[in-house]
């Protein structure tokens, strides 16, 4: 299993509304390695789902449902996009400064490529992340 982090602006798509809409399409991922990464996700993956913008914390764990297919929203180019599934929410979000400062954490993507929308996480980042929201699978 490989795990994964997506980032999304609440005030387009918030955790909330995947919780009630209980599944959704990650589409609109128009950045090559993003895509790549899209690729990569398998069916049953453990995702967490940043709010960036003002927020900038993870929130909670999703779960890829349906692997990569033709993002149905691209109008030119060979873009995909994967199911999700919301799994829970973190007991408590995990900020942008709390990963910073997180010296377990210094080596994620969020740090090193911060405008990347769709990316891997080590095992031990996920775990790690987990703890820092006091959140057990």
């Known amino acids: 299993m490989s795990h994964w982090l997506v980032k999304q602006e609440p005030g387009e798509y918030a955790w909330a509304d995947f919780v009630r809409d209980g599944r959704t399409a990650w589409t609109g991922v128009r950045n090559f390695q993003a895509r790549n990464h899209l690729r990569a996700m398998r069916r049953g993956d453990l995702v967490l789902y940043y709010h960036s913008g003002e ?8 779960r890829v449902e349906r692997e990569a297919y033709p993002d149905p929203t691209a109008r030119e180019g060979d873009w995909s996009c994967v199911d999700l599934v919301p799994v ?17 954490l210094r080596d994620m993507p969020l740090l090193r ?8 996480l080590t095992a031990g ?8 929201g006091r959140t057990r699978l």
């Open 113 to 120: 490529q911060s405008r990347l929308s769709v990316m891997p």
């Open 88 to 104: 829970k929410p973190l007991a408590r979000p995990v900020t942008l400064a709390e990963i910073k400062a997180d010296p377990a």
């Open 55 to 62: 927020e900038r914390a993870v929130v909670g764990v999703a």
């Open 125 to 132: 980042q996920f775990r790690r992340l987990l703890a820092l």
